[in-house]
């Protein structure tokens, strides 16, 4: 089992980035997958969620309207479209695949939003 997550950078304030979690190993079309993300110093939060075939998504409060979770169950891969960036936003980003007692995790993207 494989979760690759690409895509993270330094951005400045208001800027965007698009994660991309690529998997493996598993039968990605049957998970709901999820993003999470760890602050320096902070536990891990989850930040959006989506259902295995893409129609239910979730997202944490701080992230509502900025962040836009989706997945191709074609390509094996789910994305973080994040737009309207803040500092408060830098943290590593992990990928999740989640099914009954299965849990799978990436080994996480860094994104620093700085100016």
């Known amino acids: 089992v494989q979760l690759v997550e690409s895509g993270g950078g330094l951005v400045q304030p208001g800027g965007s980035l698009r994660l991309s979690c690529a998997t493996s190993g598993f039968t990605f079309s049957s998970y709901a997958m999820r993003w999470h993300r760890q602050a320096p110093g902070k536990e891990r939060e989850l930040v959006a969620a989506i259902g295995s075939v893409g129609s239910i998504t979730n997202y944490a409060d701080s992230v509502k309207g900025r962040f836009t979770i989706s997945r191709d169950n074609a390509k094996n891969t789910v994305y973080l479209q994040m737009n309207s960036l803040k500092p408060e936003d830098t943290a590593v980003y992990y990928c999740?695949?989640?099914?009954?007692?299965?849990?799978?995790w990436g080994q996480g993207t860094q994104v620093t939003v700085s100016s």
């Open positions: 999740n695949g989640r099914r009954l007692q299965f849990d799978y």
